[in-house]
Protein backbone atom coordinates (compact mmCIF):
# COMPACT_ATOMS: atom_id res chain seq x y z
CA UNK A 1 0.00 0.00 0.00
CA UNK A 2 3.29 2.60 0.74
CA UNK A 3 3.48 2.49 -3.39
CA UNK A 4 0.06 4.40 -3.48
CA UNK A 5 0.95 6.76 -1.36
CA UNK A 6 1.71 10.65 -2.19
CA UNK A 7 5.60 10.56 -0.85
CA UNK A 8 6.04 7.41 -2.86
CA UNK A 9 4.52 9.27 -6.21
CA UNK A 10 6.63 12.23 -5.55
CA UNK A 11 9.55 9.98 -4.59
CA UNK A 12 8.69 8.17 -8.37
CA UNK A 13 8.86 11.06 -10.48
CA UNK A 14 11.98 12.78 -8.71
CA UNK A 15 14.06 9.65 -10.05
CA UNK A 16 12.37 9.71 -13.48
CA UNK A 17 13.46 13.30 -13.61
CA UNK A 18 16.78 12.94 -12.29
CA UNK A 19 17.24 10.14 -14.97
CA UNK A 20 16.09 12.38 -17.51
CA UNK A 21 18.40 15.05 -16.69
CA UNK A 22 21.61 12.84 -17.03
CA UNK A 23 20.09 11.72 -20.16
CA UNK A 24 19.42 15.38 -21.89
CA UNK A 25 22.84 15.82 -23.58
CA UNK A 26 22.96 12.26 -25.03
CA UNK A 27 19.28 13.03 -26.48
CA UNK A 28 19.80 16.56 -27.46
CA UNK A 29 23.43 15.56 -29.63
CA UNK A 30 21.54 12.83 -31.39
CA UNK A 31 19.09 15.27 -32.30
CA UNK A 32 21.75 17.51 -33.84
CA UNK A 33 23.45 14.69 -35.65
CA UNK A 34 20.02 13.27 -36.93
CA UNK A 35 18.94 17.48 -37.95
CA UNK A 36 22.24 18.60 -39.67
CA UNK A 37 22.29 14.95 -41.15
CA UNK A 38 18.66 15.44 -42.58
CA UNK A 39 18.81 19.46 -43.71
CA UNK A 40 22.60 18.57 -45.05
CA UNK A 41 22.72 22.00 -48.03
CA UNK A 42 23.32 25.21 -46.34
CA UNK A 43 19.89 26.62 -48.07
CA UNK A 44 17.42 24.04 -46.65
CA UNK A 45 20.04 23.67 -43.01
CA UNK A 46 19.06 28.08 -42.65
CA UNK A 47 15.14 27.47 -43.17
CA UNK A 48 15.63 24.28 -40.70
CA UNK A 49 17.56 26.24 -38.26
CA UNK A 50 15.03 29.38 -38.62
CA UNK A 51 11.69 27.55 -37.87
CA UNK A 52 13.45 25.39 -35.11
CA UNK A 53 13.93 28.27 -33.31
CA UNK A 54 10.89 29.95 -34.17
CA UNK A 55 8.51 27.44 -33.18
CA UNK A 56 10.05 24.16 -31.79
CA UNK A 57 12.50 25.23 -28.84
CA UNK A 58 9.42 24.22 -26.54
CA UNK A 59 9.20 20.59 -28.27
CA UNK A 60 13.08 20.10 -28.12
CA UNK A 61 12.94 20.73 -24.04
CA UNK A 62 9.89 18.73 -23.69
CA UNK A 63 12.46 15.66 -26.35
CA UNK A 64 15.39 16.47 -23.85
CA UNK A 65 13.33 15.76 -20.71
CA UNK A 66 11.99 12.47 -22.03
CA UNK A 67 7.85 13.48 -21.95
CA UNK A 68 7.45 11.62 -25.43
CA UNK A 69 3.64 11.99 -25.07
CA UNK A 70 3.79 16.22 -25.31
CA UNK A 71 6.52 16.15 -27.56
CA UNK A 72 4.03 14.39 -30.44
CA UNK A 73 0.89 16.31 -29.36
CA UNK A 74 3.08 19.64 -29.52
CA UNK A 75 3.81 18.45 -32.83
CA UNK A 76 0.38 18.05 -34.07
CA UNK A 77 -0.78 21.29 -32.22
CA UNK A 78 2.52 23.23 -34.48
CA UNK A 79 1.69 21.78 -37.87
CA UNK A 80 -2.13 22.14 -37.55
CA UNK A 81 -2.13 25.84 -36.32
CA UNK A 82 0.79 26.57 -38.90
CA UNK A 83 -1.32 25.14 -41.59
CA UNK A 84 -4.43 26.32 -41.12
CA UNK A 85 -2.87 29.95 -41.19
CA UNK A 86 -0.80 29.21 -43.82
CA UNK A 87 -3.14 27.54 -46.23
CA UNK A 88 -5.51 30.42 -47.32
CA UNK A 89 -2.29 32.53 -48.37
CA UNK A 90 -1.28 29.49 -50.99
CA UNK A 91 -4.37 28.91 -52.83
CA UNK A 92 -6.07 32.61 -52.86
CA UNK A 93 -5.08 35.36 -55.10
CA UNK A 94 -6.10 38.29 -53.76
CA UNK A 95 -7.30 39.60 -50.03
CA UNK A 96 -10.95 38.56 -51.13
CA UNK A 97 -10.40 34.89 -52.25
CA UNK A 98 -8.22 34.69 -49.30
CA UNK A 99 -10.47 35.74 -46.36
CA UNK A 100 -13.30 33.51 -48.16
CA UNK A 101 -10.86 30.19 -47.87
CA UNK A 102 -9.89 31.23 -44.29
CA UNK A 103 -13.30 31.10 -43.02
CA UNK A 104 -13.52 27.89 -45.12
CA UNK A 105 -10.83 26.26 -43.18
CA UNK A 106 -10.22 27.53 -39.87
CA UNK A 107 -12.36 24.77 -38.17
CA UNK A 108 -10.66 22.27 -40.35
CA UNK A 109 -8.30 20.21 -38.92
CA UNK A 110 -4.53 19.01 -40.00
CA UNK A 111 -5.91 15.68 -42.03
CA UNK A 112 -8.47 17.92 -43.90
CA UNK A 113 -5.89 20.24 -45.34
CA UNK A 114 -2.79 18.20 -45.71
CA UNK A 115 -4.13 15.77 -49.32
CA UNK A 116 -5.27 19.24 -50.41
CA UNK A 117 -1.20 20.26 -50.06
CA UNK A 118 0.23 16.52 -51.74
CA UNK A 119 -2.23 17.58 -54.55
CA UNK A 120 -0.47 21.14 -55.03
CA UNK A 121 2.65 19.09 -55.10
CA UNK A 122 3.53 21.28 -52.27
CA UNK A 123 4.25 17.66 -49.97
CA UNK A 124 4.75 14.63 -51.23
CA UNK A 125 2.61 11.38 -50.47
CA UNK A 126 5.22 9.76 -48.40
CA UNK A 127 5.03 12.56 -45.99
CA UNK A 128 0.94 12.31 -46.09
CA UNK A 129 1.97 8.44 -44.71
CA UNK A 130 4.08 9.84 -42.36
CA UNK A 131 1.94 12.82 -41.43
CA UNK A 132 -1.14 10.06 -41.06
CA UNK A 133 1.32 7.75 -38.28
CA UNK A 134 1.97 10.94 -36.37
CA UNK A 135 -1.63 12.03 -36.01
CA UNK A 136 -2.69 8.70 -35.46
CA UNK A 137 0.14 8.22 -32.47
CA UNK A 138 -1.09 11.61 -31.30
CA UNK A 139 -4.76 10.47 -30.96
CA UNK A 140 -4.05 7.22 -29.62
CA UNK A 141 -2.19 9.48 -26.96
CA UNK A 142 -4.60 12.05 -26.37
CA UNK A 143 -7.65 9.73 -26.30
CA UNK A 144 -5.70 7.45 -24.35
CA UNK A 145 -6.98 4.76 -27.18
CA UNK A 146 -4.85 1.62 -26.49
CA UNK A 147 -6.12 0.22 -29.91
CA UNK A 148 -4.31 3.45 -31.70
CA UNK A 149 -1.11 2.79 -29.54
CA UNK A 150 -0.73 -0.56 -29.75
CA UNK A 151 -1.08 -0.54 -33.21
CA UNK A 152 1.36 2.20 -33.77
CA UNK A 153 3.75 1.37 -31.31
CA UNK A 154 3.64 -2.20 -29.62
CA UNK A 155 3.37 -4.28 -32.69
CA UNK A 156 0.11 -4.93 -32.37
CA UNK A 157 0.11 -6.47 -28.87
CA UNK A 158 -2.12 -6.30 -26.48
CA UNK A 159 -1.88 -2.85 -24.12
CA UNK A 160 -3.16 -2.02 -21.22
CA UNK A 161 -4.69 2.07 -20.42
CA UNK A 162 -2.36 2.49 -17.87
CA UNK A 163 1.14 0.89 -20.21
CA UNK A 164 0.02 3.85 -22.90
CA UNK A 165 2.32 6.08 -21.16
CA UNK A 166 5.44 3.42 -20.56
CA UNK A 167 5.15 2.37 -24.23
CA UNK A 168 5.20 5.93 -26.01
CA UNK A 169 8.16 7.03 -23.45
CA UNK A 170 10.77 4.47 -24.83
CA UNK A 171 9.74 5.80 -28.69
CA UNK A 172 12.25 7.85 -29.64
CA UNK A 173 10.50 10.79 -31.25
CA UNK A 174 13.26 12.49 -33.16
CA UNK A 175 12.13 11.42 -36.61
CA UNK A 176 8.80 13.28 -35.80
CA UNK A 177 10.46 16.35 -35.01
CA UNK A 178 12.33 16.51 -38.23
CA UNK A 179 8.85 15.16 -40.17
CA UNK A 180 7.51 18.81 -38.85
CA UNK A 181 10.56 20.59 -39.83
CA UNK A 182 10.57 19.48 -43.08
CA UNK A 183 6.81 19.79 -43.79
CA UNK A 184 6.87 23.65 -42.61
CA UNK A 185 10.58 24.39 -44.57
CA UNK A 186 8.19 22.90 -47.53
CA UNK A 187 5.64 25.17 -47.14
CA UNK A 188 7.78 28.49 -46.36
CA UNK A 189 9.30 27.35 -49.94
CA UNK A 190 6.19 27.72 -51.59
CA UNK A 191 5.08 30.92 -49.70
CA UNK A 192 8.65 32.17 -51.31
CA UNK A 193 6.40 31.98 -54.75
CA UNK A 194 3.94 33.44 -54.17
CA UNK A 195 2.40 36.59 -53.83
CA UNK A 196 0.52 36.32 -50.25
CA UNK A 197 -2.08 38.04 -48.87
CA UNK A 198 -2.61 38.43 -44.89
Same mark, same amino acid.
Given at each position: ??? *?????? *?????????????????????????????????????? $???????????????? $?????????????????????????? *??????? $????????????? %??????? %??? %??????????????????????????????????????????????????????????????? %????????????????
Amino acid at each position: MDD *IKIDSI *ITVVADYNKQAVNETDRKLDAFLQAFKKEFNSDNILIE $AETITWALFQPVLSLY $ANGNNSSVIIELYSILEKFIIHIFPK *IVSKDKK $AYSVVHNLVERKN %LLDIAPI %LVE %LRVWTSTDLVKLKHLVKLRNGIAQKNEKLISKALNGGKETHYLDINQIVEKFDTISYILLSVK %LLVKLTDIMKDENLYS
